[in-house]
């Protein structure tokens, strides 16, 4: 079992690029979410997919679009890449009805 | 809408019992969770309470007092492995997929 797993690892963009996070798990969970942590915060919900087929705005949705290309994979995409998007995204799973999130490893993306 | 707040910064040493609290802004309250995440690591989950009470797990607990909108976790027997960052977690009733985080407090344990 490898858990939740996240590519890439790290990445630099300029702004304006765009780019694709991706993020798979082989627990069998139904709920994925895409999480961002700033320095010295907090994770803050961007997307999540409550299921297979379905995906839901989090807090911070602006400027990120998402895939839940099947119940193992949960993309996330950034169109135009800004400054303000740099941080460390987080993409997590968890068991229709369970209580414990399974994080990944998490991406460190730089946009220059 | 949703808020918690947490202290930033806690230190204890080894060997010490050290407290956590997390207070609560929010309509429709389910549960409450708490996460660990060393630095340059993933949160990894600790406890979660959705009733009022003591959740007791090893070295560590979790308590909630739903009336008040609070609660604390608990680290006893610390060890410099503890040293990382907590952080509380609220899901309410209208959607519990959308976990709102606190913005963590720093365990530092010294020897």
Redesign the interface.
């Known amino acids: 079992n490898a858990g939740v797993t996240q590519t890439p690892k790290f990445q630099v963009l300029k702004t304006g690029q765009s780019m694709t996070l991706q993020c798979a798990q082989d627990m069998n969970h139904n709920s994925m979410y895409w999480y961002r942590q700033d320095p010295g915060m907090g994770l803050r919900l961007i997307y999540y997919s409550a299921s297979e087929g379905t995906t839901d705005k989090g807090e911070v949705p602006n400027g990120y679009n998402v895939s839940r290309l099947n119940k193992r994979e949960f993309s996330l995409r950034l169109e135009s890449a800004a400054p303000s998007q740099t941080s460390v995204y987080f993409c997590a799973s968890v068991i229709s009805g369970g209580n414990e999130q399974f994080f990944g490893p998490g991406t460190r993306l730089t946009v220059l | 809408g949703q808020s918690?707040e947490q202290p930033?910064e806690v230190t204890a040493v080894e060997g010490a019992i050290v407290q956590i609290n997390c207070t609560y802004q929010t309509s429709g309250f389910y549960?409450l969770?708490w996460?660990q995440q060393h630095d340059g690591?993933?949160?990894?989950?600790l406890s979660?309470n959705a009733l009022d009470g003591l959740e007791e797990t090893g070295r560590f607990s979790s308590f909630l007092s739903r009336s008040d909108s609070y609660g604390y976790l608990l680290l006893q027997e610390l060890q410099m492995k503890d040293s990382a960052s907590y952080?509380c977690?609220v899901r309410t009733l209208y959607n519990n997929?959308?976990?709102?985080?606190?913005?963590?407090t720093r365990l530092t344990v010294k020897p």
């Open positions: 918690l930033s549960g969770s996460y690591g993933a949160p990894t989950f979660y952080f977690a997929n959308d976990m709102r985080f606190g913005a963590g």
